[in-house]
């Protein structure tokens, strides 16, 4: 492959990572934190793209769609805590399951009956639907790049507000030594309350972002979760900086493994067993990688539960 | 307090049941016909495409088909096969329901299909199996709307006329995905720069599209349903090959269910379909001024297909006067296909699939700037699919 296409389909997986990254953050900061397993985690990002898109229609500014879709992510996700999830810490990962997953149900029929079964328009503000020659001759839409320096952006506040700011102390501490920290006083109802908001801003950011290169339909959630659930697995469960790691690794190993196989496979294969090779081989990449990390490190790459 | 609560949820859990449990305001003589489709989830924009246009047949005929009073029970399989055959059971061996139709989707028909055929008729609005098309043929089974690969043989027949010689042709690695290449390289004759099969919940096609412009082939072809389609076609066109690679496809990733999501990205597109919004017959008039009335929206193929459903079944009730319990009679009534279809001529084969002209679109903008298709040729007149000479129908 000649270097220019090596470029691109790098930065195609570094696209995808990123959108993983911002799903897969809240996910596993509500696991870390609170040991609740959220499946409604996607109903967030669907919220923050149907929000986003009406805003942005209505009002014609980008911008002022992404803030709704933050705020909107955020609203649901405080709500949901407040109505539901507090009832659950207590119990079973099975019983949290299972009402979260009423909650797709719930949430999946409220947004038919709000904008109908058809999928709504979004696309990018007219300023980033071209596209940026970075090399000569490879020219590359401009709201990927816009996209990739989000995630970017969304992960250095991570890290900031984890690594440098006494919530994100408290946060570290209720990962580890939950109760411990209840003994110290700290008020663990608002700090998981916040947790939540944080998980929720953070998906409806991933929602408004993917509305103007993916379909903003009911159910877009579901669809995004399973490999959001992958990265977390893989970064190890509760840690934010392995769900970065891992889905920059899942985004390139998913990009990379449809961009090369075809064409390798047709160097060793007659060309229709070739094909369908390479789309088998292609379509467990991401799962194959995660069997490999899980043999070498059953934990994940950076489990935050020493 | 907390007993007020419990009763409270108690009641709100009991509602739905109440729904099913009310008596049916219809005239006691009014024909029953079952409508199972999906209206739940990623497909339920199609289902409610074709129960819309089947209801508008029936309130356009003043709530009848046939001239006999009907009542349309409609229920949601949820893309769900298992939910599709229970909900069959209870409509047909409860309800004795007589006539069904509705399902979209082709694996919730298959797992359908014995349930119903050994005791009703099945007019198919959508899915068209080979399955059923070919020596598993049945004479209670009609399918008004296609074969399953027949549009994509169409694309395959028009490329072929217009004398692309590359093309890289793409779809979802599962069943119906590999049908739709196999159907259009039946009737492609140049060369397959490339088949790819994409996951089939996958959401970013940038690295296909990178390969396809490395490729530089003078034609894709795209086989993606719904929302795959709909990822597709925008980030085909942020990636700029939009106007530098001509886009084909069925119809189905190109018509009214798409067009509201993409926007101007699907401009330019070409795609195969047994009907469209523009063809000048009468029925098809009536049918786009009455749709776009009742319901707000331009009709869709699948509200298409759906209208036709109701009037094909109409025109049967018509000739049974009503009378849907001898099979055999009712069949033949059906086969006869006397109705006025928006789509213009069209008969059934020996296998009670279509033979029909299938049309090329291209997407642009009307009059009034809104997406729509517009008819630009014939890729096929009087098509029959491949499978017909397997089945023993007469």
Redesign the interface.
Same mark, same amino acid.
């Given at each position: 492959m000649d270097p220019s296409?090596l470029l691109?389909?790098t930065l195609?997986?570094l696209?995808?990572g990123v959108m993983l990254f911002l799903l897969a953050a809240g996910l596993t900061l509500i696991f870390g934190v609170m040991d609740v397993i959220n499946l409604a985690h996607g109903s967030l990002y669907m919220a923050g793209a149907f929000a986003s898109a009406a805003v942005t229609a209505r009002t014609g500014s980008f911008a002022a769609g992404v803030l709704a879709g933050i705020a909107v992510g955020a609203a649901f996700a405080l709500v949901l805590e407040l109505a539901l999830i507090r009832r659950l810490y207590a119990r079973a990962h099975l019983d949290q399951v299972l009402a979260t997953f009423a909650v797709i149900l719930i949430a999946?029929?409220t947004v038919?009956i709000l904008f109908?079964?058809? *999928?709504?328009?979004a696309? *990018?503000p007219p300023a980033l639907?071209g596209?940026v020659e970075l090399l000569p001759g490879v *020219?590359y839409?401009a709201?990927?790049l816009v996209i990739i320096a989000v995630g970017l952006l969304a992960a250095l506040f991570l890290w900031w507000l984890i690594g440098r700011t006494r919530l994100g102390m408290l946060i570290r501490a209720g990962t580890t030594h939950r109760c411990m920290v209840q003994a110290l006083g700290v008020n663990i109802e608002v700090l998981f309350a916040f947790v939540f908001a944080i998980g929720g801003a953070l998906a409806g950011l991933a929602g408004a972002m993917a509305g103007?290169?993916?379909?903003?339909?009911?159910?877009?959630g579901e669809?995004?979760l399973?490999l959001a659930f992958v990265v977390v697995v893989i970064g190890g469960l509760g840690s934010v900086r392995g769900a970065f790691l891992a889905a920059l690794l899942v985004g390139l190993t998913?990009?990379?493994s449809?961009?090369l196989l075809?064409?390798l496979m047709?160097d060793l294969l007659p060309?229709?067993a070739a094909?369908?090779v390479?789309?088998?081989l292609?379509?467990v990449a991401v799962y194959l990688l995660m069997a490999v990390v899980l043999a070498v490190r059953p934990r994940g790459l950076f489990p935050a539960h020493g | 307090m907390r007993t007020t609560r419990r009763s409270i949820l108690a009641a709100t859990a009991a509602l739905p049941a109440l729904g099913l449990a009310r008596p049916a305001i219809a005239q006691p003589e009014a024909v029953k016909i079952g409508m199972i489709t999906t209206l739940s989830g990623p497909g339920a924009a199609l289902g409610a495409d074709i129960r819309d246009g089947f209801n508008l047949a029936v309130k356009n005929a003043g709530g009848r088909l046939g001239g006999v009073a009907v009542e349309v029970v409609v229920a949601d399989d949820g893309l769900r096969p298992e939910n599709g055959r229970a909900i069959a059971e209870r409509m047909v061996r409860r309800e004795r329901v007589q006539v069904l139709t509705g399902i979209v989707f082709s694996n919730v028909l298959l797992a359908v299909a014995p349930v119903v055929l050994p005791a009703a008729t099945y007019v198919s609005a959508n899915a068209g199996p080979s399955q059923l098309a070919g020596e598993g043929c049945h004479a209670n089974y009609f399918n008004v709307a296609w074969q399953n690969d027949n549009l994509h043989e169409a694309v395959g027949q028009y490329m072929t006329q217009q004398g692309v010689r590359r093309a890289f042709i793409l779809a979802p690695n599962y069943p119906a995905g590999r049908d739709a290449l196999t159907g259009f390289k039946r009737f492609y004759k140049g060369e397959v720069v490339s088949e790819t099969y994409t996951r089939l919940d996958q959401l970013d096609y940038a690295a296909e599209l990178a390969t396809i412009r490395n490729a530089s082939p003078e034609a894709v072809y795209i086989f993606l349903p719904g929302g795959l389609g709909i990822n597709f076609i925008k980030q085909y066109a942020a990636a700029g090959l939009r106007g530098r690679i001509p886009l084909y496809g069925p119809g189905f990733s190109f018509d009214q269910d798409v067009f509201p999501a993409v926007g101007e990205d699907a401009l330019g597109c070409f795609n195969a379909a047994q009907w469209a919004l523009d063809l000048p017959n009468p029925a098809n008039r009536t049918f786009v001024e009455t749709f776009e009335r009742e319901y707000g929206r331009l009709p869709s193929l699948y509200a298409s297909q759906g209208y036709d459903a109701a009037n094909l079944i109409g025109s049967a009730l018509a000739a049974t006067r009503g009378d849907v319990s001898d099979r055999a009679a009712f069949a033949a009534a059906l086969k006869r296909a006397d109705f006025a279809s928006v789509r213009g001529a069209f008969r059934f084969g020996n296998n009670n699939h279509p033979i029909q002209t299938i049309y090329m679109r291209e997407v642009v903008r009307d009059g009034q700037g809104r997406i729509v298709n517009r008819t630009i040729g014939v890729a096929f007149e009087n098509h029959q699919d491949a499978y017909a000479a397997l089945c023993r129908l007469g």
């Open positions: 296409l691109e389909q195609n997986g696209t995808l999946n029929e038919k109908g079964p058809q *999928p709504i328009f696309a *990018p639907a596209s *020219p839409p709201y990927r103007p290169i993916l379909a903003v339909q009911v159910g877009m669809q995004i399973i998913d990009t990379m449809r961009a075809p064409s047709r060309p229709a094909d369908q390479a789309a088998n292609g379509s | -």
